[in-house]
């Protein structure tokens, strides 16, 4: 029972339904303050750079947000598992809030990058922590109803940060994207203080120093690779080059070393399970393809349908209305039935279809044609988007439920840095080419700086040099979903090999522990209970 008390300390409580609530609600909004800060901040960013200039350190607030995000998560995982998940939780948010108060009140970009840097690694812990806790509170069986929660908050945060952002700073001011964090935050750190019960953990075992190390080397070098590849350098460069010889070493090191140390960072031991190895690979390709997508998507209709920029959340509504749906309905039948293959599957199938349709668009495409394309890519990605998680947490021991949480959030956020880099890369070498092809010089020198032109920049050109703009963007998307839809068909290649292994802490309560909470044969003692009273 060491490992699974948490929800009977809950139950013993007399206070189960009320309190179990109040933990999922206070998740959520931790969820959703990992997920809508990038989305807010974007917003505000042309704001952040008049006030504090340093434009060419621009893409640093992001980068290096993103970089602490990546490194971090991995550790906290692992203290989770060795030192308790709600100290760890706890500790990650008020870093996230530490952050998000010193971003509102930096002076330079030097400052605001460093803080953002802060912000990101109590980020690196949210979504570890939210996933890990639901985990060790809900059984997996019972954990398909979640789903719907957690896309719907996804949902939320992709269309409502944009807007948010804007209204915040057209109003308030942009230190106010920041401090927005802090109130919210405060709300899910004493909801989870309060009423959160999970039992503490005492390891005797030191911190993997060496592998966590070599593990943010690798990741750092990674993530500066995709982000700075095509853009601040070229894909050939020295500078690459080098990132990529450290990067490789520095993982082939890790990797190396996981297999002696004595608490490693991220076990290998997960990966020996053939449904966990791939539900990380899938959980990488759904990362490539949703953040590649919802980065060209509105770029496509501002730029080809007229589209307002103002309400590029909006534009998105189709495919994540689409996702939220069928991620509902997956958790629901997940629940009800304790099936599951048949979602990665479907889901697979329809995402590389709705890749393929995008892929399709041109200057001609009504914004209906395009909806219906985004809302088919969105039924695949609802069939993919939690399934992942609950059967990477079915795959572990609950020992090692953190790893398996932060392991999988990980490969989603370097898939989602790949996906980004790789359809940039291709998206503006080709606007790049099809804006010489048929603007000539003006075209080469319309896109010289950026291949990407606001709606303002985009008002002012000439007509023929804004045609020649449609038809490159309408090329470059074409060009970038159909790699998605080319790599969207190894998801489906690997759900086919998914072993639909029974879901644990379904059964019914077969004896009264010494804590009041029913037993059942998968050893699921006390989470059942708990699961069935929410």
């Not at 203080?193 to 593990?215: F, M, N, T």
Request: proline share 4%; glycine share 12%.
């Amino acid at each position: 029972m060491a490992d699974t008390p948490a929800a009977g300390t809950v139950e013993k409580d007399g206070e189960q339904p009320k309190s179990v609530r109040v933990v999922l609600l206070a998740l959520m909004i931790a969820m959703m303050l990992a997920m809508l800060d990038n989305m807010i901040i974007g917003t505000a960013m042309p704001t952040i750079v008049g006030e504090l200039g340093g434009l060419e350190h621009l893409s640093w607030v992001v980068t290096a947000y993103t970089l602490a995000t990546a490194a971090s998560t991995p550790l906290w995982g692992k203290l989770g598992d060795m030192y308790g998940r709600k100290g760890s939780f706890m500790t990650s948010i008020v870093i996230f809030l530490i952050g998000s108060a010193l971003s509102g009140m930096a002076q330079d970009m030097g400052q605001l990058i460093g803080f953002r840097a802060v912000q990101g690694l109590g980020a690196g812990g949210l979504m570890v922590g939210v996933m890990a806790i639901i985990g060790d509170l809900i059984p997996p069986r019972e954990r398909g109803k979640y789903q719907g929660m957690m896309a719907g908050v996804m949902a939320l945060a992709m269309i409502g940060g944009p807007l948010v952002g804007g209204t915040i700073t057209d109003h308030w001011g942009w230190r106010w994207s920041f401090y927005i964090n802090l109130p919210l935050g405060a709300v899910a750190l004493v909801a989870v203080s309060a009423v959160l019960h999970l039992p503490k953990k005492r390891s005797e075992a030191r911190i993997d120093y060496l592998g966590a190390a070599l593990l943010t080397v690798g990741i750092t070098a990674i993530v500066l690779v995709t982000t700075w590849g095509g853009t601040e350098y070229a894909w050939t460069s020295a500078r690459i080059m080098e990132l990529i010889g450290i990067g490789v070493a520095a993982l082939v090191g890790f990797v190396f070393w996981q297999t002696r140390a004595a608490e490693p960072i991220v076990p290998l031991h997960i990966f020996r399970s053939l449904n966990f190895t791939l539900m990380s690979l899938i959980g990488f390709i759904t990362g490539f393809v949703m953040f590649g997508a919802t980065l060209f998507l509105p770029l496509y209709q501002q730029a080809v349908q007229g589209a307002s920029a103002t309400n590029s959340g909006l534009l998105l509504l189709p495919m994540l209305g689409a996702m939220l749906v069928t991620s509902m309905v997956a958790g629901r039948v997940t629940t009800n039935t304790g099936r599951y293959k048949v979602f990665p599957v479907v889901g697979g199938a329809l995402m590389t279809v709705g890749l393929y349709l995008l892929s399709l668009m041109d200057t001609d495409t009504s914004r209906f044609t395009s909806g219906v394309y985004m809302a088919v890519v969105g039924l695949g990605m609802g069939c993919l988007m939690q399934i992942t998680m609950l059967v990477a947490q079915n795959s572990v021991e609950m020992k090692d439920m953190g790893v398996a949480s932060s392991s999988t959030t990980l490969f989603r956020t370097l898939g989602s840095s790949f996906g980004v880099a790789i359809m940039g890369a291709l998206f503006n070498h080709r606007v790049q080419d099809v804006m010489a092809e048929r603007a000539g010089a003006l075209g080469s020198e319309v896109t010289e700086q950026s291949a990407q032109l606001d709606a303002d920049s985009l008002a002012r050109l000439p007509e023929a040099a804004r045609e020649a703009y449609q038809h490159a963007v309408s090329s470059g998307t074409h060009g970038a979903f159909l790699l998605c839809a080319v790599v969207a068909v190894l998801a489906l290649v690997a759900a086919v090999f998914v072993k639909e292994v029974p879901l644990k802490g379904a059964g019914p309560k077969t004896a009264e522990g010494p804590d009041g909470a029913g037993g059942d044969e998968d050893g699921t003692t006390a989470r059942t209970p708990v699961a069935e009273s929410v």
